[in-house]
């Protein structure tokens, strides 16, 4: 019986490519991908505000074209995000944050294009592994996923701020009070849930919150900039040349497992709704730092903080698809606005 079932999803996933490869639909994924690079590097746009913006596009198109090329820009965001925050410690997206912490050191250390190319190995290996748990897994992953409750997602929580805690380069108990501090930040605003004002102070402005990319930007963007400003010198200037992009045999040789382990962890922690692409990344940085027998070389640039948390959230980005297409539940905002889109086109993702 399991034979059957294998051999009837592999010829729904031949179909389904021989949809994907058809003209219109490959010119459509290009330009998707095109355009996620583009806003991913630009920070503080992201996919979010540009599947927005093309929303009404999309619904002039097929509803799989329009799919496609949704997805397009969103796995084009995640690696676009990479560029600027490997080569300016400026996290283009929010789920590259993490990728500042070793990638931009390697960019210190003339190895720029070594990162960036790793980054890309990364990307496609852990999207490549997410397309076919897509395919295979969906739907004992959504029977799992949807026993998630209100414990679930507290131990959840409190596991990400923790990990959040120890990746921290100094002592424990300063990272956690920064993770504390960001959880407060975290909290101004309505409740999605219950529409409650908190911490506002009767400011309209605040009734969305703190922009995620503008702190990020903030934090470390405008530090580096300021930092470096004031510390001109030939010494601690960037190289003018990015260099070769394909790494080493050694460097794929460290790099691999770090690349295997973060598309798994990220591919079973993007499936949950409210996990996502940005928990992703911190339990991948943070189980590559924990399994190393050089742990503190991570944060002074060493390949494996660059190829596991690019291999996450890439991961993370397809497994977001299994709770949108099998239960109708959208794991973040990019998956809200293709249930959206899917809407718009009568189909009506779920069990149904």
């Not at 496609?124 to 992953?141: E, I, M, N, R, V």
């Not at 501090?181 to 919150?209: E, H, N, Y």
Request: glycine fraction near 14%; hydrophobic fraction near 50%; aromatic fraction near 10%.
């Amino acid at each position: 019986m399991r034979g059957v079932e294998f051999v009837s999803d592999f010829q729904a996933l031949l179909s389904g490519f021989e949809v994907a490869l058809s003209g219109t639909n490959l010119l459509y994924c290009v330009l998707g991908v095109v355009l996620g690079n583009l806003v991913g590097v630009l920070p503080g746009l992201g996919p979010t505000a540009t599947i927005a913006l093309l929303l009404p596009f999309a619904f002039t198109l097929p509803p799989e074209t329009g799919l496609i090329m949704m997805a397009g820009i969103y796995y084009g965001a995640m690696y676009g995000g990479s560029i600027t925050s490997i080569l300016l410690d400026l996290p283009g997206e929010a789920a590259t944050v993490v990728t500042t912490l070793d990638g931009y050191q390697m960019t210190r250390q003339g190895r720029a294009g070594v990162a960036l190319g790793i980054a890309a190995i990364g990307s496609f290996a852990a999207g490549t592994f997410a397309l076919l748990g897509l395919q295979f897994l969906a739907p004992g992953l959504a029977e799992f996923a949807v026993r998630f409750g209100a414990p679930e997602y507290t131990v959840l929580t409190a596991l990400g701020i923790v990990l959040v805690a120890y990746l921290g380069s100094k002592a424990f108990v300063k990272s956690a009070i920064c993770a504390a501090f960001g959880l407060i930040l975290a909290v101004v605003g309505q409740d999605p849930m219950t529409g409650t004002v908190r911490f506002t102070f009767g400011s309209t402005d605040l009734l969305g919150g703190f922009d995620f990319a503008a702190i990020a930007m903030g934090v470390f963007g405008i530090g580096e900039i300021l930092y470096s400003l004031e510390n001109l010198s030939k010494e601690n200037a960037l190289p003018g040349r990015i260099g070769r992009l394909w790494p080493s045999v050694k460097d794929f040789a460290q790099a691999k497992w770090a690349i295997v382990r973060g598309s798994v962890t990220g591919f079973f922690i993007g499936i949950l709704p409210g996990g996502g692409a940005i928990l992703a990344t911190v339990a991948a940085y943070s189980l590559e730092k924990r399994l190393s027998r050089t742990p503190e070389k991570f944060g002074k640039g060493t390949i494996e903080g660059v190829a596991a948390p690019e291999s996450a959230n890439n991961a993370a980005a397809g497994a977001a698809f299994i709770p949108l297409l099998t239960l109708g539940i959208p794991t973040d905002a990019v998956m809200a606005l293709m249930f959206g889109a899917l809407l718009l086109h009568g189909i009506t993702p779920g069990p149904a």
